[in-house]
């Protein structure tokens, strides 16, 4: 069955500090991935999703990015974080018409 | 384009009462539904799914009816317990319309009290 790892859990970084998330695969081959944004008491907002290597799909104008160097890898990066990029990221991916797997995410807050 | 309306939360309920939490949605296609859980600083976890109209998705007790007449999809379970409190998401996908992306509602949290 499809797993999806996300780390770290929990990240503090300053104003201005760059980040990389990092999201792996494992049991299906290809997938759909997603980086979700869940800020407090709101629901999930999609960030960025990704068809296959090197296609990667903005869903919002903002201060982050996403790469997809292999099949089962996707990361979140910033150059340089604002106070808003706080929340809970998650990554999540799908292999053909398999419903969506998610990690535990990843708890940024921006200091 | 596609949207998730949920009910609003907090929704607060003694051990063993009886659950509902409405969830209505909009497609332009045949979309399939889903509701997920979220136990506190967890991620995601599929509850159940229903993949087209009068399909029912039933899991741990709890389920859910598509309903295209109404385009609703709400989530029951008969009698809840303590360990059931987590924010629960209803998901919609519509595979050819916009790539199969998974459109979320804003989540009800779920507070079962002793």
């Known amino acids: 069955s499809q797993t999806i790892h996300q780390w770290p859990a929990t990240l503090v970084q300053p104003v201005g500090s760059p980040l990389s998330l990092e999201c792996t695969v494992e049991?299906?081959?290809?997938?759909?991935l997603y980086w979700y944004r869940q800020a407090a008491g709101r629901g999930l907002q999609l960030l960025f999703y990704?068809?296959?290597?090197?296609?990667i799909s903005s869903e919002v104008p903002q201060n982050l990015s996403a790469s997809r160097p292999q099949d089962r890898q996707f990361i979140l990066s910033s150059k340089k974080l604002l106070l808003s990029d706080s929340g809970f990221y998650l990554c999540?991916?799908?292999?053909?018409?398999?419903?969506?797997?998610f990690g535990n995410g990843t708890r940024l807050t921006v200091t | 384009g596609n949207s998730v309306t949920q009910m609003e939360g907090p929704v607060t309920l003694s051990e063993e009462a009886f659950l509902t939490i409405n969830c209505t949605y909009t497609?332009?296609?045949?979309?399939?539904l889903f509701w997920y859980v979220q136990y506190p600083g967890e991620g995601l976890q599929l509850l159940l799914k229903?993949?087209?109209?009068?399909d029912k998705g039933s899991n741990k007790g709890f389920e859910a009816t598509y309903r295209k007449e109404t385009t609703s999809f709400h989530l029951e379970k008969g009698s809840v317990q303590v360990s059931d409190s987590a924010v629960y998401f209803c998901?919609?996908?519509?595979?050819?319309?916009?790539?199969?992306?998974?459109?979320f509602g804003q989540g009800t949290e779920l507070s079962v009290k002793p």
């Open positions: 999540a991916g799908a292999g053909g018409a398999a419903p969506l797997h």
């Open positions: 049991g299906t081959s290809n997938p759909n």
């Open positions: 990704s068809v296959g290597i090197g296609q």
């Open positions: 497609a332009t296609g045949y979309p399939s």
């Open positions: 229903a993949t087209k109209a009068d």
């Open positions: 998901a919609l996908s519509d595979l050819y319309n916009q790539g199969g992306k998974l459109i």
